[in-house]
Structure formats: C-alpha cells, structure tokens
C-alpha cells in the first residue's frame, strides 16, 4: 500500500477559486502537472479532449469575450458578472476541452467520461504538487458562441471544465463527504 498516496486521496479536496492567490504556476512548474494529469483512462487511446492554459493575456480576453456575450444575449447584471468574473479573478486556468474522435468501437460518452476524469486528475495533480486548484464551468462553458470565440472551439467541442490553479491563502473548510451507507450496496 502506498500509504501517502492514499492519504492524499483519501483526505483531497479542491480549493475555492475565489481565494486562490498569485502565484500561479508558470510553464515550468505547470507542464509536468498537465503531463500527471493526461495519464487518465482513455479507451482506445483516442486522446479526446486538448487542453488551453490562460494566463493573465488570455484571461482578461477571455473575461471581455464573456462580457460582451452576456451582453448580446440581453443577460442581467449577476450573469455579465458571472461571464467575467472567474477569468477576472484567475491567475492561471486550463480548460479542458472534450474533443471527441469518430471511433467504431468507443463511443461518445466513454470518451466524455475521460474527459470529466481528466478534469479531476487535473484538479488532483495541481493539488499534490502544493497548489489550490478548482474544477468549474458556468454558464460561458455551455455556451457555444462563446466557447468558439474564446478557446477555438469546433463543432464537435466543449468545455468540460475550467480548471483553476494558484496559491492558496487562508484554510478552507472541508464540505461534507458522502455517508458509505447511502450510496453504497453490497451484493
Ligand atoms: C462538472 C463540474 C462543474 C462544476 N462547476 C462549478 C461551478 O461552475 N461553480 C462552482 O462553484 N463549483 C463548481 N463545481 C464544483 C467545484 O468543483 C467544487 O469545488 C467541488 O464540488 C468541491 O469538491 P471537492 O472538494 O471534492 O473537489 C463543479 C463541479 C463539477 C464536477
């Protein structure tokens, strides 16, 4: 048994990104994060999904993109804030994109399944390397116009997830866990 790795599984949480604090990882100490986190299951070996990273350039672009789209869709003042603000607040954010491939014998949601596990791995890798990290979407995930605009998005594509990487500041609270006896079955 691998006593610290299960430790960090067993005791890991994500951080709230409202807290994360500069710095956030460069290229340097990001690229064997993301290497750690593409080793997720992926039937086939189809690699569907890719990855964006922003840093503080792409995010205030990003953040205008949501801005203007929430304009344009006639939003309330709470859903321009929300198309903005965690691209406003982030100093470091990978998107995860889910880029299915055309394959006879996988289909789609398998490969949407690795998409949601390479958010999390993500999420895990960020977090054993000493960082806070957080999965989110919102609304600027689901939406398509946006997602073209902001990161390239084919027809195909979405966004799985906008994953979150900084320093944490000060303790956050654990939420509370699941109960084994009301999600689990013993046959
Ligand atoms: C697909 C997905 C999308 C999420 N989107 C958001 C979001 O937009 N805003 C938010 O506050 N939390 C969102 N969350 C929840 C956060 O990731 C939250 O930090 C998480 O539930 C904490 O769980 P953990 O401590 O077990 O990692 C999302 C979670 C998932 C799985």
């Avoid at 304009?71 to 903005?84: F, N, T």
Wanted: glycine share 8%; net charge positive; hydrophobic share 45%.
């Amino acid at each position: 048994m691998t006593q610290d790795a299960f430790a960090f599984l067993a005791n890991r949480q994500s951080y709230p990104s409202k807290a994360l604090q500069a710095p956030a990882p460069d290229r340097t100490a990001l690229e064997p994060i993301l290497q750690a986190a593409l080793r997720v299951p992926d039937h086939g070996n189809l690699q569907p999904w890719r990855l964006v990273v922003g840093y503080r350039k792409a995010l205030s672009a990003w953040a205008d993109i949501g801005e203007a789209r929430a304009k344009a869709l006639g939003d309330d003042p709470v859903r321009i804030e929300k198309g903005r603000g965690q691209f406003d607040r982030s100093h470091c954010a990978v998107v995860v994109i889910g880029s299915p491939k055309p394959a006879d014998k996988v289909p789609e949601i398998e490969q949407t399944l690795s998409a949601g596990a390479l958010c999390l791995n993500l999420v895990n890798a960020a977090t054993a390397a000493g960082w806070g990290a957080q999965w989110l979407t919102g609304w600027v995930s689901h939406d398509r116009a946006f997602i073209t605009r902001a990161f390239g998005c084919a027809p195909q594509e979405w966004v799985a997830g906008i994953v979150h990487i900084g320093t944490k500041g000060a303790p956050a609270p654990d939420r509370p866990r699941p109960d084994l006896a009301q999600v689990v079955t013993w046959e």
